[in-house]
């Protein structure tokens, strides 16, 4: 059984960066998907970054040139580095991960089977 666990939220002030770490126990896949989605205060849960199997990454707009995804297959991790943080970006952040099928629908909720329980970030002004 997957289990993510995620580390590393905080609060922090505006411009300031953080690192994200998710770590998953029984994760092996040559074809699987791994994501970062958040979810604010009374707001629905939007999907942030994905990284599949092969390296390929994708990006909400919203956080283009500002967040970084990466992965550490060897140690079954996934990071996300935040830069230049904004107040906006307060909320809780989660990691997910599906085993097969790639990325192609890593912005959708229901293409994970595996969620983390989540860590905050909180950006002030």
């Known amino acids: 059984h997957v289990q993510l666990v995620e580390s590393g939220g905080g609060s922090v002030q505006a411009g300031e960066s953080l690192r994200l770490s998710c770590t998953a126990s029984?994760?092996?896949?040559?074809?699987?998907?791994m994501g970062w989605f958040r979810q604010a205060s009374e707001k629905g849960r939007e999907g942030v970054a994905a990284?599949?199997?092969?390296?390929?990454?994708s990006y909400a707009d919203s956080v283009k040139g500002r967040f970084t995804i990466s992965q550490d297959s060897a140690k079954n991790a996934l990071y996300l580095q935040l830069n230049n943080l904004k107040t906006e970006d307060t909320a809780m952040y989660y990691c997910?991960?599906?085993?097969?099928?790639?990325?192609?629908?890593?912005?959708?909720?229901?293409?994970?089977?595996?969620w983390g329980q989540g860590t905050q970030v909180t950006v002030s002004a």
């Open positions: 990284i599949g199997s092969g390296g390929g990454t």
């Open positions: 029984a994760w092996t896949t040559s074809n699987g998907c």
């Open positions: 997910a991960a599906r085993a097969s099928g790639g990325c192609r629908w890593w912005h959708h909720v229901t293409w994970y089977f595996y």
